[in-house]
């Protein structure tokens, strides 16, 4: 059991959760578009050689100290990169919506998807929205990503929550597959890069919601370690 405290944002205000979570997990190819999801896996093996899934979606347990709200990370190589994904955190019986990156080592992915998922640390941010709240407007919500790459920002990422599997369908896949579970966080799946992949120095992304005026936001840092012994 790990711990984590967040900011539970409501409509009449706002509380801390003190959350003790199981289990970590990172959901792939959850796109709701089939042939966009089968799009996004032969670009991924095309440009990055990474094997196609047996089942999609893809469900892969990580351990539970890859979660991160720290915002200056540090990574081997220079092929790592983030992707904006809703996540899911669940404390017994409530569901929250955080937002987060999951940030995956592009190299390692082409031989082992699962290495690639558990050696890199995920961002999350420090701010929760109880589901409830955004249920009934739920895929009009917006996911934006930004990464800077030679000193420039440039925007990554532009979708929205009618990209991904909704949250009842995650649960229920990982319920078939896993079992139940009382507190868990789980990455979602992400909405379609605009131009293919690149590695920045800096990752930033957030989550609008519209209709109820209100944005979550989170950024960090990446420093290449080198791969040399010193």
Known sequence: MSRMEFTVKERTGERTLALEYE????IGY????MEKTREHIRELERELGVPAPKKIPTIFQ????VLT????????????CGEVE??????????????????????LEASSVPKAKQICAKPIGRVLWVYEEIRDHW?????????TVDGKERLYQDGSLADI????????ELQERVGEMDSCVIYSGTVPLLNGFC??????????DCVLGRKLETEYRVEVISEEER
């Open 62 to 65: 990580c351990g539970n100290y």
């Open 199 to 208: 590695f920045g120095s800096h990752f930033r992304c957030e989550m609008e």
């Open 165 to 172: 599997l909704p949250p009842e369908v995650i649960l229920k």
């Open 69 to 80: 709200q720290e915002t200056e990370l540090a990574f081997v190589g220079e092929k790592t």
């Open 30 to 33: 959850a796109g709701r578009d």
């Open 139 to 147: 895929d009009g919500i917006r996911l934006r990503s930004w990464q």
């Open 86 to 107: 809703y996540v899911i955190v669940l404390d017994h019986g409530t569901m929250y919506i955080g937002l987060g990156s999951d940030h995956t080592d592009r190299d």
């Open 23 to 26: 289990s970590v997990f990172a």
